[in-house]
């Protein structure tokens, strides 16, 4: 199955898109996490520090056969080269600390003006001289982490610029914010639709059989949660070594003990490795 996943730092910033897409929250979440049928939100917070934790606890608890993220929020921009409410799609990220670029791949039309953001590591006074472009507290983090799970053409990044980049003169009020993004929603929302086209193209790895093979081998063995997750990352990397071969049947007992279980599943994952 695929699934979309925006990616917001603030709550301001969620707010209207949580109205927009009609999405509710997904308790069995310890942090934001929003969803209505494949189209899901997560609260990442502002900086780098939750950012692996929530997208890797994301991904396992769902482990999604095609995923895109889309990483939207305000920045701040150089009144130079940008407008403020005006919503940019960024195509190259800068890691100030890290020194690293990142390139977001952009296969789809759109309607943004595209333009460069740097990801900096606190917030920012009189940045004008300093950054062309954008600055924001997330988005190097975000692609670092996530191109580690999927292809980085399944990555976007849609900014708002919120302020001339200097704090100094700037209220931030959650009204302010969510103003911002309502003010975007359309052109959103188009945006992500037409981002979703894409996913149609790309074919998932497991196919509906192979789903239901999982699924037997886990209820007859009485496989863990974490076991399961496992068994599907061994299907889809014995999928892709063979496209056409069946799942080995696999003809053992029913585990007695926790040890016996184990140690079944031990092989079965063998099996699918050989």
Known sequence: FSMQCIL???KAESQPLIDQFN???????????????????????????????RIETFLNQ????????????????NPKSTKIGYCYLIH???DESFKQSYYPDILIKHNFEEISLVTVESVIFDGEG????????????????CSSHIPVHRMAFLKIVSDPMDLDVVEFTFHKVSGLVSSKLKEIENFITEFKKLLSTEKPILNKSDFEWIHSISNHYS?????????????????????IVPFPEINQDKPKSKTDRNQIFKNICA???A
């Open 271 to 273: 099996e699918l490795s």
């Open 223 to 243: 496989i863990t949660e974490t076991q399961q997750q496992q068994l599907i990352h061994r299907s889809k990397g014995f999928r892709l070594r063979n496209q």
């Open 8 to 10: 917001t730092a603030l």
């Open 92 to 94: 190259k990220i800068e």
């Open 130 to 145: 300093v950054y062309k472009g954008l600055v924001d507290m997330e988005a190097s983090e975000i692609f670092k982490i």
């Open 62 to 77: 769902n482990n999604p056969d095609l995923i895109q993220f889309i990483n939207i929020g305000i920045a701040g921009g």
């Open 23 to 53: 999405l509710n929250r997904d308790t069995s979440f310890q942090f934001p996490v929003f969803k209505n049928n494949d189209l899901y939100l997560v609260g990442i917070g502002v900086g780098k520090k939750n950012i692996k934790n």
